[in-house]
T-cell receptor
């Protein structure tokens, strides 16, 4: 089983829509979780960390469900500039590296 | 404040050759991790360097080796290149706080093509 699994999409949504991505992780003892954004042929960029209590940054909300071992990212009022691949990332316990999902491709349509 | 830098940006090599990729971490960071990203996949962890030592290694063969210098910069070496080594190689830097890694910041990557 993969450490992190994501639906690769693609998700095609109109401007202004709300879209949600989920991912699941296999190691129940994992402690650190992140969402990264990657534009085509660019490096991944940290979008937000995911805390147990959930966190919000403007139009973006991240949530963690430890019981079900999944992480979600909600994007409200989608903009054209939100078009990118969103990578779910987990740092398992005792490890100093990150495990990435394959990414979910989002295209926001005018 | 300079971010993570990598060189070269692109590289074309032939099967069997050797390649060296370079990375300078973000100012103030002391840990460098290397990842390989194949087309359509998420980055895969190769190894991490801290205090000039390989601290952790992913599931990559010994053909992949690295080094960290006293100024925290790092090199990734790949020997006996295979076609399957064609990928985007990403360097990520971070700061170890109490030996715990927090957020990692990525450089622009080196796109390696093996023909």
């Amino acid at each position: 089983r993969k450490e992190v699994e994501q639906d690769p999409g693609p998700f095609n949504v109109p401007e202004g829509a709300t879209v949600a991505f989920n991912c699941t992780y296999s190691n129940s003892a994992s402690q650190s979780f992140f969402w990264y954004r990657q534009d085509c042929r660019k490096e991944p960029k940290l979008l937000m960390s995911v805390y147990s209590s959930g966190n919000e940054d403007g139009r973006f909300t991240a949530q963690l469900n430890r019981a079900s071992q999944y992480i979600s990212l909600l994007i409200r009022d989608s903009k054209l500039s939100d078009s990118a691949t969103y990578l779910c990332v987990v740092n398992p316990p005792g490890a100093n590296n990150l495990f990435f999902g394959t990414g979910t491709r989002l295209t926001v349509i005018p | 404040d300079a971010g993570v830098t990598q060189s070269p940006t692109h590289l074309i090599k032939t099967r069997g050759q050797q390649v060296t990729l370079r990375c300078s971490p973000k100012s103030g960071h002391d840990t460098v991790s290397w990842y390989q990203q194949a087309l359509g996949q998420g980055p895969q962890f190769i190894f991490q360097y801290y205090e000039e030592e390989e601290r952790q290694r992913g599931n990559f063969p010994d053909r992949f080796s690295g080094h960290q210098f006293p100024n925290y910069s790092s090199e990734l070496n790949v020997n006996a290149l295979l076609l399957g080594d064609s990928a985007l190689y990403l360097c990520a830097s971070s700061l170890a706080v109490s030996r715990v890694i927090h957020e990692q910041y990525f450089g622009p990557g080196t796109r390696l093509t093996v023909t």
